[in-house]
Structures are given as structure tokens and as C-alpha cells.
């Protein structure tokens, strides 16, 4: 799993930085906004200083801008966002026939049939995540491990501008200590009810009785404890 770090801001950094900008957005508490005119504006993309702040994307810019009074605002611009998502796309396809879009800067890539070309796939990873900082200007995380779930949930480890993997033999170690919040398909709604009955992190639910997690979430139970 290939995921852009900060990706609208990123991308945003990139071309300033080749307009002459005099410095990387990246670097300071910065945010792409919906609308920088509106003041009730979302934040759509931070950068790491300015999460520091406590700013978090889907945040009003109101509310971001009292957080850090010097907050730098930029608008989004579509356009570039799908041309940098498909200089992305277009080497990935480099390594693997199989490559697919889950949103506008992440993508799965089936390394299965290009291990006997490219080797190691973790190997692989790392020249994949150079090449792409390298040629196009911006970091990704990658997740590698032997399904869409394990790979996802690898790239979201520590970032930015890393290779993890997430094995099933790691997942007791990397995947349980992690808040309940963190796993794929538990939004804030399912974290609120499952923290409510003590269920805190990933390895919580794991050990948790399914018949339980039925009764409390219906379907959705079943889907987030298997």
C-alpha cells in the first residue's frame, strides 16, 4: 500500500517550491483550506508543524487559525493534485500490471508475480518510495505484507517517508498496542462504543468475545473484531 504523506499539501509544496517559493510549506505550520477567503473554511490537508497545534484535517480554519495565529493558508488546486496522483501511478506500473486506486493518493499494488524481477519486495518498497521523492518531489509511506488489510494498516505506521511492513506474525507486536481508533473501518462513532465497555486498543477487540462485539455493533462487529 503506496499512501502520499500530506498529500494536497505536499503537492501544493512541490510546485511552489518550482514556482520559487522561498520556502517548503512542509516545513512550517501550514494548510490546505477549502475556501482561505471563507473563514469557515475545512482543513482539508496539514502539515506536521501544524499538527503539532492540534490541527487536524476536517477542522473549521476558524478554529485552526486560533490554535496557531500564524498558520499559512493555501488553496487547493484539483488539477495538480490528479496530475501528481498520476506521475505516482504511472511508476508504480513500473513494478506490478496490478496496481489500484483506493483514493486520489494511495494505491495497492500486487507484487506477487514482480518478486522474481524486482526481488525483495521490501527491498522493492524502499526504490519505489526513492524514486517517487527523487523524480516527483514528495514522500510516501509504504505498507508491505501479504494482504490489502495488513498493508494498509502497515503504511499508517510511523511517518513520514517510510517503508513498514506488517506481517501476521507482527501483529501482536506493531498492530495490537495501537489505539481501536487506528484500525481500518473503526470510525468514531464505533470507537466511542467500543471504548465505552473498555475496549481501548486493537489488541482490546482482538481478544474481545465476537458474540459480543455482535450484540454491540450488529454486522459491524463481526466485520471490525475478525
Excluded at 499538527?51 to 496557531?68: D, F, N, V, W
Excluded at 488546486?77 to 501528481?84: G, H, I, N, R, V
Aim: aromatic share 8%.
Amino acid at each position: 500500500h503506496i499512501d502520499a504523506n500530506s498529500a494536497y499539501l505536499s503537492w501544493t509544496a512541490v510546485q511552489l517550491l518550482e514556482q520559487g517559493y522561498p520556502i517548503d510549506i512542509r516545513d512550517i505550520p501550514a494548510v490546505i483550506a477549502g475556501n482561505p477567503l471563507n473563514r469557515h473554511g475545512i482543513i482539508l490537508a496539514k502539515s506536521i508543524p501544524a499538527k503539532a497545534y492540534g490541527i487536524g484535517t476536517g477542522a473549521s480554519l476558524m478554529e485552526s487559525q486560533q490554535k496557531c495565529a500564524d498558520l499559512a493558508i493555501f488553496p487547493p488546486d484539483y488539477d495538480l493534485y490528479l496530475s501528481c496522483s498520476q506521475a505516482m501511478y504511472q511508476i508504480l506500473l513500473e513494478y506490478s500490471p496490478v496496481v489500484e486506486r483506493y483514493s486520489i493518493d494511495e494505491c495497492f499494488l500486487d507484487y506477487t508475480a514482480s518478486q522474481g524481477r524486482f526481488g525483495d519486495p521490501v527491498e522493492a518498497a524502499h526504490l519505489i518510495r526513492e524514486r517517487i521523492k527523487s523524480e516527483l518531489g514528495f514522500t510516501v509511506n509504504i505498507g508491505v505484507s501479504c494482504n490489502k488489510l495488513l498493508a494498509k494498516m502497515g503504511s499508517e505506521l510511523k511517518k513520514p517517508d517510510r517503508v513498514h511492513t506488517l506481517w501476521p506474525e507482527e501483529i501482536p507486536e506493531k498492530m495490537w498496542p495501537l489505539p481501536v481508533g487506528e484500525l481500518f473501518m473503526v470510525g468514531r462513532a464505533t470507537m466511542r462504543k467500543l471504548e465505552r465497555i473498555n475496549i481501548n486498543t486493537i489488541g482490546d477487540l482482538a481478544a474481545a468475545d465476537p458474540n459480543h462485539m455482535k450484540a454491540l455493533l450488529k454486522s459491524h462487529g463481526t466485520l471490525v473484531w475478525a
